[in-house]
């Protein structure tokens, strides 16, 4: 994919053809970074907070649970009022609870500004996209997309060095909450410009709003995260095993639903036709089973360093930065390794980052601060390179085998299965690294990556299942 160039001098035109571009990526640079700038703040927001593990898990994995649920909701939404004005709506909702978070008095108002924060991104995220195949047709459309796919990188990779920097900056005493606060010149400024530089769009025929479908969604999977994430605090009590149990079923609902929904000649919001597609059944699988380790990663990285290696929140990310360099090489040389290797890039990268993780393993367990940080990197390296050879090709190489017309819902999907992981994978790590902490952050640590680890094997199991490259 080629870069983003201009004529000299630059016509008129042409600006104005590219100028909707900064105002978008302004909103989705908000909504990648604010998932993962968090994590080196989090010990920090459990100190002043007084907050428990289970509200910092919350904190994480909430985000990604209203984010997921809402996400094709958000994309309908966009269909029917405009999707400019759908993108401005969730820019506005994003930024306030950014500022709600920022002034969050106790863990259980940052967690419920962290929800909405996810449901304004599930609204903003999809549009995004949709505007972009609006406006650029072509190569111009290649080149938006490949914009796309870098802001999206820089945010992830960036943020925990960008969330170290403001904590140790200490901006007028408010610690933490500046990494929140720096959401709302940008918020503000891309609702300034919206409406002047990005063009409305409507579907011809929007699909309506399965909202019976949304909610029963999001009660089945709170129903799984709700005893994962508090049930070890509070010993496993009975409710923890009905809610566990009750899950299934309100699924089962759920599908029920949306069958006698699509037999009614109704909008469902899951597309089940899309289940007797091969590519897309493995492809679901194996997205949700990858991004099960991703955030949850993150998080126990995060915590290890501060807690268990005692480095400061900057000190931590400039650990991360290790990981996210060689995300960044991997990423920019993937496209073209998918065009040769096609799924097997995917089970190679899989068994990279688990071999990553057997690294960290082993340089966790040896005792001595800073040295065992040094020795943290080789693994921090495989880790890093290991994502970028996962991320963009499984999403590409489902894609390139599913019908394009319906290419717009299996994107939602894959997308969708990205969110409900990193709030499942949060959930399930986070039972056994707060289970084993009171042994040692070192031990919690090692305990978390070795689960981690196996994930990724089978993570690599699965990508044989995809469809093989064509030709």
């Not at 001098?9 to 302004?26: D, K, Q, S, T």
């Not at 309506?208 to 994430?229: C, F, I």
């Not at 919001?269 to 990858?290: C, I, P, V, Y």
Request: charged residues 10%; aromatic residues 8%.
């Amino acid at each position: 994919m080629g870069t983003l160039t201009f004529e000299q001098p630059v016509p008129l035109e042409r600006l104005r053809h590219w100028a909707p571009m900064p105002v978008l990526m302004a909103g989705t640079f908000m909504i990648v970074l604010d998932f993962f700038v968090v994590n080196v703040a989090l010990p920090a927001m459990q100190a002043e907070l007084h907050a428990s593990p289970s509200a910092i898990e919350w904190v994480v994995a909430g985000y990604g649970l209203t984010f997921a649920t809402c996400l094709i909701t958000g994309g309908r939404v966009g269909d029917q009022i405009g999707r400019r004005r759908a993108f401005s709506i969730g820019l506005l909702l994003f930024t306030l609870a950014s500022v709600a978070c920022a002034l969050a008095p106790c863990p259980e108002v940052l967690i419920a500004a962290r929800l909405v924060q996810g449901l304004a991104g599930a609204l903003l995220s999809p549009n995004v996209l949709a505007i972009v195949g609006v406006i650029y047709r072509g190569h111009d459309r290649v080149q938006a997309i490949t914009v796309y796919g870098m802001v999206m990188g820089v945010a992830a990779a960036g943020a925990q060095l960008l969330g170290g920097l403001l904590i140790h900056a200490n901006l007028g005493g408010l610690g933490w909450r500046t990494i929140f606060l720096v959401n709302v010149p940008v918020g503000l400024a891309a609702l300034l410009f919206a409406p002047r530089l990005v063009p409305e769009s409507r579907a011809p025929s929007a699909h309506g709003l399965d909202v019976p479908g949304t909610l029963l969604l999001t009660t089945a999977l709170s129903a799984v995260l709700l005893p994962l994430v508090e049930g070890r605090q509070h010993g496993w009590p009975v409710w923890s095993w009905l809610s566990l149990a009750a899950a299934p079923v309100v699924l089962g609902v759920f599908v029920g639903y949306q069958q006698w929904l699509s037999r009614r000649g109704g909008a469902p919001l899951l597309d089940l036709a899309l289940f007797k597609e091969r590519a897309f059944n493995s492809g679901l699988l194996t997205q949700l089973t990858f991004w099960c380790g991703q955030a949850s990663f993150f998080l126990v990285l995060a915590l290890y360093l501060q807690h268990g290696r005692g480095l400061d929140p900057l000190q931590a990310g400039l650990v991360f930065t290790i990981l996210a360099a060689a995300y960044m090489a991997t990423s920019l040389r993937a496209p073209k390794l998918t065009l040769r290797y096609g799924r097997g890039l995917i089970g190679v990268g899989a068994l990279i980052l688990a071999a990553g993780h057997g690294l960290l393993f082993a340089g966790a367990g040896l005792v001595g601060s800073t040295e065992s940080i040094v020795l943290l990197a080789a693994g921090l390296l495989l880790v890093g390179g290991g994502m970028g050879l996962c991320i963009t090709p499984l999403v590409s190489t489902v894609l390139s085998h599913i019908d394009p017309l319906r290419a717009g819902a299996v994107s939602g999907m894959l997308s969708t299965m990205q969110q409900l992981g990193n709030a499942l994978g949060v959930a399930v790590t986070g039972v056994l690294f707060f289970g084993a902490v009171a042994e040692g952050y070192t031990v919690a640590f090692e305990i978390s990556v070795a689960q981690l680890g196996a994930l990724l094997v089978i993570v690599a199991a699965l990508s044989r299942l995809l469809p093989a490259q064509h030709g």
